[in-house]
């Protein structure tokens, strides 16, 4: 029954590493509906935004939540406003283009940072900078709890708080809603849409930012290729709890940790990577819209 | 060319077989091995792109996960060979007294029917339940199929699992691999033929009929699932068929050979080449093979290079190269006649 | 949209000339032979998901031929080494072999570190009869491929079973846990010797879990393990995953000891390990701590060729690869490939980085196994083993 017990606790804590990326996705599918192939990979150079930052600020001979901070500060910045530059270098032109399009130029977003990312960063794993020491900090018999799950964890549900606050109770937020439920009538009414739009991209960013930040302190590796395979199973936890809702996301990504982490200690390990699309595919069939989402009129 | 438009259709056949032979027997006289090895790949690839414009160009559904079907092909036809290759040709010539060309020709033929079958029935298994969705769902959902196919092969032992599988037959007089130009171009040029058959025909205005309103053909009373169903599963035989070619002219099938980047690169042939388009299809596959063969001493920069000219066709030319036009000798002339317009334009 | 019948017989009659026009185009490219130069091909993973495996090698396999270049070539002239990127797929190995072969002119072949990637292009080499040394590739398939084909490092049988061997004999093991990448053929061949191994001298293998190359959570395999009690943990994975590992299994109040192989051996695993990986032995081809000039000169020289980068195994690996084929070519007088096929066949006790090498009648390398222990965030020398 203790294993049971860790099993779990060991899957709410990788949950929440998806929770965290699926917040990003969550939102800007829900205001542009159109799948950001290239999150993980923006989820990427935010860890690589972290590495080099606390490098050459020399951040990890000072461990502690200051540096934590500042090498969160930094990425999110810069994923920010890398991610608003994705959204007009390859999204914003498409916008009439049929549906297809962005599609395909986000999958060569993706493919251009993995392999512009193997030139510029070299393919070898990168050994993230400890920001922060981890210690056991619960422990129920032979169940333990470390400071680092607690903090995703922690993370990842203010993030849901706060992004929430942001988009039911400010303008911009209610700028999104009104582009989310109809970009043309928004526009007459007067909402600037493209502003609206990168604003959207840059925060979703910034939350991939903070992903990889912190997912580097609990998993300390980061190379060009991380962001692929998280990337696509935040997407499917993101629908999992249904796409365009926050506190979706966050239950969608932690049902995925546990059902991962279930199959690798219960069933077999060789077939976790399997269950995410399984998932994915039965929760399209049966309830499209995703446990706490609204059914869609147009969608699916 | 009306000169050949008179011929009788049996006869143009015999003319391609010829022709096809002609150009095998040509390779192989100057002893290249290498070269051949860039021809069979091209030519694989050429399958993979026609028969992924059939879902994604003609019918419009996006997959993301054509290379799965191109692997159950490989590994059926490498099982094939390996674990039964050997005695199944021993019977053909020791108790049906075929001749050998003869017994191998059949052999050759059965693991195509076995690649292709098998691919056609995963795409079933995979279509019914995806093809319901759409766009970018769809695309996730072939995507995790591609995927989940991957990690069964990799589980199976009797094929290798991660170390990959030799085609190699258990009885050495028997030589279970049937390779050569001749017998990869035919069944190319034969697959492309039977997708131009399919898409230029009336009932092929179905599947361009979904791709451009679902709606309005429903409420012409045929069901978009059926079409898009059907699109699927002849695209994803073809896709087995290539790779029973695959790993026929490689002798070496694992699963490194069909990840998610060979799914991307064939939605970039047909991307480039123009979505519906079967020219188009074959001349972005040819020349995206040949050329980072003639790039080699740039190698490093070709996957950017890739994702940039994805990025950069979806934003200049979403149609791609032809859109939905094809290249014909006629378009040929006209364009060198008149030197005004681009290659393939309506006149 | 306004759709065009297409005759089908101007379709197909498209199709080979386009092909005809871009495979001449292709045959153009061929490449003239220099008299001057003796060709060494080299096929590695420089892009893709082993790319850095790949990289590594082909460092070492670079900085061989500088050395011998400024060390006055061979037989009078200079080596000239070609190396195409594979893209960690196994047809671009076998199309880089045949272009090496064909194309460039190569007198023997380096590559590749996959066994997988080896056994593609291997039958290429072999029917072209141009020898391939291969560096890493541990599978013992690989050699049989033919009598041109060599490898410069352990079969997973002489590895997987030795370090069943220690762990039983010198560790008292009696109950082990397997941890393995199941993507990746190296780890799977060692965990399959070593449970073989391991059984047959009375062992008992507790658990067998499995993990895929790029994971980075490991704690739900760690826990079932953790249920089956054993006394030690062999993970024969790359120093990409077993730092990670190490330390979740901490994490979980794992403390027996971990077990690897020469994929761990990398300045990566002591960097994300850290004090995890403190009390772990693993088997490799030499020692860091090795005081002997052969050892030290190379990681200097290697420091100094790659801007401060510590090699790792498959860096000394493609090094000794590329040292052993200019010794045979040097040997073998000559540039015909049978020649130099033959002096290679010959190599006896070749002095490598990764210890001395005798070439076995099956074409691999005989060397001692090196048994290192991790303690206190260094590398130690515990004994060498005889295979």
């Not at chain 2, 993979?48 to 059939?54: E, I, P, R, T």
Request: glycine share 10%; proline share 4%; net charge neutral.
């Amino acid at each position: 029954m203790e294993a049971f017990f860790q099993q779990l606790v060991n899957g709410i804590a990788w949950g929440g590493i998806y929770a965290l990326i699926a917040l990003g996705y969550t939102m800007v599918y829900g205001v542009l509906k159109l799948i950001n192939f290239a999150h993980g990979e923006v989820y990427m150079m935010g860890a690589m935004s972290g590495y080099y930052s606390a490098r050459w600020l020399g951040l990890s001979e000072r461990p502690g939540a200051a540096s934590l901070l500042a090498a969160l500060g930094i990425a999110m910045a810069f994923c920010a406003a890398l991610g608003a530059a994705i959204e007009r270098v390859a999204y914003r032109p498409l916008r009439r283009a049929p549906r297809l399009a962005p599609l395909i130029t986000a999958i060569g977003v993706s493919l251009f940072f993995q392999n512009a990312g193997q030139l510029v960063f070299g393919a070898d794993p990168k050994v993230a900078p400890q920001l922060l020491e981890t210690r056991e900090v619960l422990r129920f018999g032979e169940v333990g709890v470390t400071n680092l799950q607690l903090v995703i964890l922690g993370v990842a549900s203010a993030l849901c708080v706060a992004l929430t606050f942001v988009v039911q109770r400010t303008r911009v937020g209610r700028a999104m809603r009104a582009v989310a439920f109809d970009r043309e009538t928004a526009a007459l009414m007067g909402v600037p849409i493209d502003r609206v739009i990168a604003f959207t991209f840059a925060l979703g960013s910034a939350l991939a930012a903070a992903a990889g930040i912190l997912v580097s302190l609990s998993n300390p590796k980061v190379d060009p290729l991380m962001g692929l395979m998280p990337g696509l199973k935040a997407f499917v936890a993101a629908v999992l709890g249904g796409i365009g809702s926050l506190p979706g996301a966050m239950l969608g990504g932690v049902l995925m940790g546990i059902a991962e982490t279930l199959v690798a200690g219960y069933l077999s390990s060789t077939y976790r990577d399997a269950i995410a699309f399984v998932i994915l595919i039965v929760i399209l069939v049966l309830r499209p819209a995703g446990l706490l989402g609204h059914a869609a009129k147009e969608k699916v | 060319m009306p000169a050949e438009r008179r011929l009788p259709r049996g006869l143009h056949a015999v003319a391609l077989l010829l022709a096809l032979f002609a150009f095998d027997r040509a390779v192989a006289l100057l002893h290249n091995p290498y070269f051949s090895q860039v021809l069979v790949l091209v030519a694989v690839n050429v399958i993979l792109a026609v028969s992924l414009n059939l879902i994604l160009g003609f019918t419009g559904q996006f997959s993301l996960g054509h290379a799965g079907f191109f692997g159950i092909g490989m590994y059926v036809a490498a099982a094939i060979s390996v674990h039964a290759g050997g005695p199944i040709l021993a019977f053909l010539h020791e108790v049906l007294h075929l001749p050998l060309p003869a017994g191998r020709t059949l052999f050759f033929l059965l693991l195509l029917g076995a690649g292709g079958a098998a691919a056609a029935a995963t795409g079933v298994v995979v279509g019914l339940p995806s093809l319901r969705l759409q766009g970018d769902y769809l695309a996730i959902a072939t995507l995790g199929f591609g995927e989940i196919i991957r990690i069964v092969i990799l589980n199976i032992e009797a094929v290798g699992g991660a170390r990959g599988l030799s085609v190699v037959s258990s009885i050495p007089a028997y030589d279970v691999r049937y390779e050569g130009l001749f017998a990869v171009y035919t069944v190319a040029v034969a697959s492309i033929l039977l997708v131009a058959r399919l898409v230029y025909s009336t009932r092929g205005r179905a599947y361009l009929a979904v791709r451009d309103d679902e709606i309005a053909v429903e409420s012409l009373g045929t069901s978009p699932t059926r079409v898009k169903t059907e699109a699927f599963v002849v695209g994803a035989a073809l896709a087995g068929v290539a790779g029973v070619l695959f790993s026929q002219s490689q002798g070496y099938v694992h699963t490194n050979s069909f990840t998610f980047l060979r799914s991307v690169e064939a939605v970039a042939f047909v991307v480039l080449g123009g979505m519906g388009s079967i020219t188009g299809s074959i001349l972005a596959a040819s020349a995206l093979t040949v050329a980072p063969e003639l790039l080699r001493s740039v190698a490093d920069y070709r996957m950017v290079a890739y994702s940039l000219v994805m990025i950069g066709m979806m934003l200049l030319r979403p149609e791609g190269l032809f859109g939905t036009r094809e290249l014909t000798l006629g378009g040929l002339r006209r364009l060198l006649g008149r030197r005004t317009r681009v290659a393939g334009t309506t006149p | 949209m306004k759709l065009r019948d297409v005759s089908r017989a101007r379709l197909a009659g498209i199709t080979p000339g386009v092909v005809l026009g871009l495979a001449l185009a292709l045959f153009a490219c061929g490449g003239g032979g220099d008299r001057n130069v003796i060709k060494v091909g080299e096929f590695a993973s420089l892009t893709g998901n082993t790319a850095t495996f790949g990289q590594s090698s082909h460092k070492g396999s670079v900085l061989a031929f500088e050395e011998v270049n400024q060390a006055g070539g061979l037989l009078g002239k200079k080596v000239e080494l070609e190396s195409e990127d594979d893209q960690s797929k196994p047809e671009e190995a076998r199309t880089a072999v045949l272009k090496l072969i064909r194309q460039d002119g190569a007198v023997a072949i380096l590559g590749e570190v996959a066994s997988s990637r080896s056994l593609a292009a291997a039958p290429e080499a072999q029917r072209a009869h141009v020898p391939m040394v291969s560096p890493a590739s541990t599978n013992p398939q690989v050699t049989q491929v033919g009598d041109y084909i060599f490898r410069a490092c352990f079969i997973d049988p002489v590895q997987g079973g030795t370090m069943a061997r220690f762990a039983y004999q010198d560790l008292g093991v009696r109950r082990a846990a397997v941890l393995v990448d199941v993507k990746n053929d190296y780890s799977v061949g060692l965990a399959d010797f070593f449970v073989k191994t391991f059984q047959q001298l009375g062992g008992q293998v507790v658990a067998r879990e499995s993990y895929s190359e790029g994971d980075i959570e490991f704690r739900a395999q760690l826990t079932k393990i953790r249920e089956t009690d054993p006394q030690a943990i062999f993970v024969p994975g790359y120093y990409t995953e077993v730092g990670l590992i190490a330390q979740q299994a901490r994490e979980l109040g794992i403390t027996v000891p971990l077990l690897g192989g020469d994929g761990w051996d990398s300045p990566v695993t002591l960097q994300i390990g850290k004090d995890a990986v403190n009390g772990a032995y693993f088997s490799n081809h030499y020692a860091a701590d090795d005081p002997s000039e052969r050892v030290q000169g190379f990681i200097t020289k290697f420091r100094q060729r790659w801007e401060g980068e510590t090699p790792d195994a498959m860096a000394v690996l493609g090094y000794d690869a590329a040292r052993m084929l200019a010794d045979a070519i040097q040997r073998a007088g000559s540039t015909d490939p049978q020649k130099i096929r033959d002096a290679l066949a010959a190599t006896k006790d070749f002095p490598g980085v990764s210890g001395n090498i005798t070439m076995d009648a099956e074409r691999n390398a005989r060397k001692p196994v090196v048994i290192l222990k991790i303690e206190d965030g260094k590398v130690h020398f515990v004994k060498a083993l005889e295979p």
